[in-house]
């Protein structure tokens, strides 16, 4: 009787432990080698801890017919990077939600999903900042610039709506030059340039991206107007501050999502950028620009950032 | 560059992007980029900067809507600007000359102090205001940084980069006292060459009671090569021709006649950033003024007074900056320059005469701990025309306890070269006939024994910059002590009288200079900036100066110079500044008593879009109080009245 009731105890414990939604695994979907997405796949893996089986699949393994394969099933799938992702969309022949991480979200927007897969089973976490946090930043940390510039192409008018709307809220001044090819960037510059307090970069396959953002981090300098970058790497190259998320802590976030979804069996969380987010200053050059740098531990507290 | 500024030329950035710009990815946020503002690329920051230094960015100079560059300077916290006549202008930091000796003038680099009888011909400059990126001016001694000459204050004039201004621009400029002015531009060019091309006519009529009309045609190029990984040259050169009007019909011995102007120069900059933090800088340059002015006079028939000038320097240098560590830069250079002049009247010889310096520098810019901070340098020069060598110093120790307070602690050893006119000057006039035959020489009114020192100065300064961003504020203090010994004065033989007239004897003896005189000073300056809202900005300038002089002018720089100037942005992209400036009484060397003055400028300017063009239309009002007596106490000659100027400019 005795170890009868033990069994029962146990199998309950056991059904209890389980999460509700029994079935499946998770894919992760390496189709890039870089540090940076083993970084992301790293650090999915460790947030979901265990709840579910989890592979990672090499850029080796990763073929169409595999990904066919796994596109019909019911496990999750989660592409590192724009490019496995595309490739995902483009084989995808069944209903196996998915969930990107690292993507920019303009470039999210255009993957070309089979309209045979709804839309709630697919979601990201965007490698983008929201614009509370962008323009919050520029606002908690350089509270005098007020006139704030910016380039881009058709591409982010959707962020620039969500923009804007920020600036208004925060009493800030945004002012847009829209360009409609690569050629319009220098023109552009130069007439917003001479009216702005500050450059506030928004990645764009037209106007910034990192083939064109050393010419411009020169060009702004001749202006001696401070820019506000949105990488680690253009804070370094000259952008005096960006907010970004790194890819740790955009895979944390995946696995969040990840978890809730397995909970709730149902709909993937919306697309999102990742909750957690880091600042880069570059003092050297805001002081040469004459500005007041902010007590970088300070910002960091009251936006509520992460040290990286 | 820190330290020490050359005109860090941006030779190898240009806007362009990747080609066929593809689709946006990860990669765009992840990718490692280089370093593209680099310490050497980077100004020193104000606060670390050995001087008291004011920028006179863009945006100031196209809201204060002044076309005449000198204006600009008004701007600056104890700086005097004044006109002789119509197209003398006079730019000083303390020492008020007419031609000022004591401040080193630069653009890009290049001196354009005038090594003849000193300072800057600014009407002879040929360069149009919408060239000028910005201006650096330091306030106060700077010898360390930029040799003898940069004894009071330091202007440097950095141009714009053709890729800055590509296209093509006109700009039309019309007012009072028949001033017109219309310029050209053209800038272009890919990754590998840029270039900017300037045309440009100007006319100004003057005082209203003076023969002092100005015509001039400017041309002015530069061209920006990538040498690649690092390298770069810059060539840039100019052309200023045009006359000025001068003489007075009352005035038996000068009567009215224009002056030819011909001024030109060229430049070379080379620059090679091999790695981070190793700068290599080298540069070489020609400046050449000629004024030609035959006097008529009514004492013959057809007879004049040839008071043609020459003034001219070679310049070459080369400097090194490196970066030792973190918190450890030096800068190495040194300069080799030839001055040359020729004038019958102001040196009695048809030769040229010459005139060598070198000069060697090293500048340390230590950050001691993260609030502590050291720059010392050192300019060690020899010129040819005073005994042995002269070595000026610097030393400041800033204290920045935060990002927002910096505290400066300088002392300074300065020298002041004699310009040719000083050490060898002979000032005759000769009354020549129609066919060019001396008729009669009269006394020689200058000759120089040559047997002058530098002049010296000691510093000692205080600076403070505070920033309170949270509420638009901005302070920039500075509070000295300068001792000037051995300055240069002029004097009559010894035994006779002020006037260089012995016993009433009404024929005069030639005047000298020697190194007799001495003066005390010290003051305070500061310019408060606010932006109380993001539309409005507010400058105050005050400086106040105390003398005590010991030679022969007294009074020759304001006791005290204030100035407001509000700028607003309008809805409707309307620009509005207002400048108000007041100068107490002084006597500028060599002048009578100049009565305090105010005066008070309106910029009014409208950008708008017009078939696809920019297009910018302003009005400009100078003076619009009542008139005042600027720089000569001749009145009515310099009284200055009220003027108005309309402009337009257009790219296209």
């Not at chain 1, 411009?216 to 907010?243: C, D, H, N, W």
């Not at chain 1, 880069?280 to 040469?288: C, E, H, K």
């Not at chain 2, 700086?79 to 930091?93: A, D, E, I, L, P």
């Not at chain 2, 890729?163 to 017109?180: S, Y």
């Amino acid at each position: 009787m005795a170890r009868m009731i033990r069994l029962f105890v146990l199998g309950l414990a056991w059904l209890l432990a389980m999460p509700a939604h029994a079935e499946g695994m998770v894919h992760i979907l390496l189709g890039d080698p870089g540090p940076a997405y083993q970084e992301a796949a790293e650090a999915f893996r460790a947030g979901l801890g265990g709840r579910r089986p989890l592979r990672v699949w090499n850029p080796a393994e990763l073929n169409a017919a595999q990904l066919q394969v796994l596109s019909r099933g019911g496990d999750l799938l989660v592409p590192v990077g724009l490019k496995t992702a595309r490739m995902l969309a483009e084989q995808h022949g069944g209903r196996a939600p998915v969930l990107t991480l690292l993507l920019p979200r303009a470039a999210a927007e255009q993957l070309p999903w089979p309209a045979s897969l709804p839309r709630n089973r697919v979601s990201h976490v965007y490698i983008d900042q929201p614009a509370a946090r962008t323009l919050g930043l520029l606002d908690m940390a350089f509270p005098n610039l007020r006139r704030i510039g910016l380039v881009v192409s058709d591409e982010n008018q959707s962020q620039v709506r969500q923009l804007l709307q920020e600036a208004l809220r925060r009493k800030q001044e945004l002012v847009v030059e829209t360009i409609d090819s690569a050629d319009g960037l220098a023109p552009a510059l130069r007439r917003l340039l001479p009216t702005v307090d500050a450059l506030l970069l928004v990645p764009d396959s037209l106007a910034i991206n990192s083939g064109n953002a050393q010419n411009v981090l020169l060009t702004t300098y001749r202006y001696r107007v401070p820019v506000m970058g949105f990488s680690q790497g253009l804070s370094k190259a000259g952008a005096i501050a960006s907010v970004y998320s790194s890819p740790a802590q955009i895979g944390r976030q995946g696995a969040q999502m990840a978890v809730r979804w397995l909970h709730d069996e149902g709909e993937l969380p919306p697309a999102q950028s990742a909750g957690e987010f880091s600042l880069a200053f570059n003092a050297r050059v805001g002081r040469s620009m004459g500005l007041a740098m902010p007590d970088e531990a300070d910002i960091r507290r009251k936006l509520g950032a992460r040290d990286e | 560059m820190v330290i020490r500024k050359l005109a860090v030329l941006y030779l190898a950035g240009l806007i362009s992007v990747r080609a066929g710009a593809g689709e946006l990815s990860e990669a765009d946020f992840l990718a490692d980029l280089p370093v593209v503002l680099t310490a050497s690329r980077l100004v020193q920051p104000l606060a670390d900067a050995p001087n008291a230094v004011t920028i006179i960015d863009r945006k100031l100079i196209e809201a204060s809507g002044y076309h005449t560059l000198t204006d600009l300077f008004r701007l600056v916290p104890g700086m005097f600007v004044g006109q002789k006549t119509g197209w003398f202008h006079n730019v000083s930091h303390g020492f008020v000359d007419e031609y000022p000796h004591r401040m080193q003038v630069m653009v890009d680099g290049r001196s354009i102090y005038l090594p003849s009888i000193g300072g800057a011909r600014w009407d002879t400059l040929p360069l149009a205001v919408d060239d000028i990126e910005r201006i650096e001016v330091t306030r106060g001694p700077n010898a360390a940084s930029y040799g003898a000459n940069a004894f009071t204050g330091t202007i440097h004039i950095i141009t714009r980069d053709p890729a800055d201004v590509a296209g093509r621009l006109l700009r039309i400029v019309g007012g009072d006292q028949r001033h017109g002015e219309g310029w050209f531009r053209w800038a272009g060019g890919d990754e590998r060459l840029r270039q900017r091309v300037t045309l440009g006519l100007r006319q100004d009529g003057g005082f209203v009671h003076q023969n002092d009309d100005e015509f001039s045609r400017i041309f002015s190029y530069r061209g920006d090569l990538a040498l690649g990984r690092g390298g770069g040259l810059s060539l840039q050169a100019g052309l200023l021709t045009g006359t000025r009007s001068n003489g007075k019909a009352s005035n038996p011995t000068d009567q009215p006649h224009d002056q030819l102007v011909d001024s030109r120069f060229f430049q070379v900059d080379y620059r090679h950033e091999a790695e981070p933090g190793r700068m290599l800088l080298a540069k070489l340059y020609y400046n050449g003024l000629d004024t030609r002015e035959d006097v008529p006079t009514l004492l013959a028939p057809g007879a004049y007074f040839d008071v043609d000038l020459l003034s001219e320097r070679w310049h070459g240098e080369v400097q090194y900056d490196l970066e030792l560590g973190q918190d450890l830069r030096a800068s190495l250079g040194g300069y080799l320059r030839r001055d040359g002049v020729r004038s019958q009247t102001y040196f009695n010889s048809s030769d040229k005469l010459t005139a060598g310096s070198a000069g060697a520098f090293a500048h340390l810019e230590w950050r001691l701990a993260p609030a502590w901070l050291i720059n010392a340098g050192v300019f060690l020069e020899d010129y040819e025309l005073v005994d042995g060598v002269h070595l000026s110093p610097r030393m400041t120790l800033h204290w920045q306890p935060s990002t927002r307070h910096a505290w400066r602690l300088g002392v300074s050893q300065a020298y002041r070269n004699p310009v040719l006119f000083e050490t060898s000057g002979y000032y005759q006039l000769t009354l020549l006939d129609s066919a060019g035959t001396p008729l009669f020489a009269a006394r020689p009114f200058y000759i120089s024994s040559g047997n002058l020192e530098p002049e010296r100065m000691l510093s000692q300064e205080i600076g403070y910059l505070g920033q309170w961003p949270e509420l638009g504020l901005g302070l920039d203090l500075r509070l000295f002590r300068e001792r000037v010994s051995q300055v240069v004065d002029v004097v009559c033989p010894s035994g006779v009288s002020a006037d260089c007239k012995p016993g009433g004897n009404p024929l005069y003896l030639a005047r000298d200079w020697d190194n007799g005189g001495s003066t005390r000073q010290w003051g305070l300056e500061f310019q408060l900036k606010a932006q109380p809202r993001a539309a409005t900005q507010v400058w105050v300038n005050y400086a106040f100066l105390h003398i005590d002089s010991h030679f022969g002018e007294r009074r020759y720089s304001p006791p005290q110079q204030a100035g407001l100037h509000v700028q607003q942005r309008l809805p409707g992209e309307i620009e509005l500044m207002l400048s108000h400036y007041w100068v107490s009484a002084f006597e500028p060397i060599g002048q009578g008593p100049l009565p305090a003055f105010r005066r008070l400028d309106l910029s009014l300017s409208r950008h708008f879009r017009w078939f696809g063009r920019n297009v910018r239309l302003g009005l400009t009002g100078q003076n619009l109080g009542g008139n005042y007596v600027e720089f000569s106490d001749e009145v009515p000659d310099n009284l200055y009245d009220r003027r108005w100027y309309l402009h337009a400019q257009m790219d296209f």
